[in-house]
């Protein structure tokens, strides 16, 4: 007897569903957030869009790290906002701290001059570098660059997708992101791509260089990468700035965790720019994914609709499909700053205009 076509719910029924997965096989993933006790209402507001949209299907667990412990007041708010399992994590922030493995992880490693930092703090604040002068985020980006996928509330799991208070996501996301990440061998998932400010990472590209001199065998001569995306140059003799923007990120731990991305983190870490100048984790993340991951291990999210103020990511077509709120015209996609145009560059056989829905 021949099966009976059911009427496609757009993928909404027919796609991965937990309720249609074994529990054993599902990935190992979970939303990794960071953040304050003063984010309450912001990250309330966030949770209640990315249940919304998205886990309220799926039950992912939340892994939510801070620096200092949060306080019964902040958990009380945010438990109600899940049926999911959610894990309170704090940072261990001195090397002395069992869990911090010999390393310094929020604070000055013993190699950093403090009052060089502190100097260059306010020589940055003088020139108007986007949070130069703002101690807590040089701590934020390093944490974020070298740390949070060796936290221990973080072992068990696979992969990740880093969330932020005051992020809102516009669209349904009907299928399992992280299963689909695992099928495709997918290592790293953005949605927005723009290009850094320069004030931020003078030195950043050829302290990138030293590395690359002790690892030639990254620099593949096959363009099985994204290196074109951030140096157009053959010799990869300049940074253009591109960079996958890392408050939205769907990634493979593994991939942090591998050696050589802890080895390029060590080199960065020990030539002190996260301290005298504003290194951010979007641009270390970018650079070691363009180095170390293939072209096709690299996925943009088209599909999923995003705010992290300023900027919009809104899918081009058939949005109503999956009941988008925003208007792709705000989209900063093919806008001056967005570095999708060199990036779509990369993927000549990728359909824009009809992305696979
Ligand atoms: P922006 O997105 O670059 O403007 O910076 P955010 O202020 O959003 O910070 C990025 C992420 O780090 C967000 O998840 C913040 O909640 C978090 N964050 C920033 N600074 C701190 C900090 O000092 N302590 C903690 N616990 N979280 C921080
Ligand atoms: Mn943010």
Redesign the pocket.
Known sequence: QAAVPQPNDRGRVTGNRLDNVDPKKKVKACIV????DS?LQSLRETMRGFEDRFNRRFHYPYVI????PFTEEFKNGIRPMTDSEIKFGQ?PKEASDPQAKGMTWWGYPPFIDQERAARERAEMGKNNVP?GDKE??H??CRF?SGFFFRHPLLDEYEYYWRV???VKFFCDIDYDVFQMMKDNDLKYGFNIAIAESPSTIPTLWETVMKFVDKHPELVKPNDDNVLRLISSSSDLDHYNGCHFWS?FEIGSLDFFRSPLYLEFFNHLDQAGGFFYERW?DAPVHSIAAALMLKRSEIHFFNDIGYQ?FPLNHCPSEPYLQKKCICNSEDSIDWKIGSCLVPYAGLYPDYKWDEETY
């Open positions: 957030i960071l953040a304050r984010d790290l801070n620096e200092e940072v949070y807590s985020y701590h934020m974020q932020e208070p005051h408050n951010g992290h």
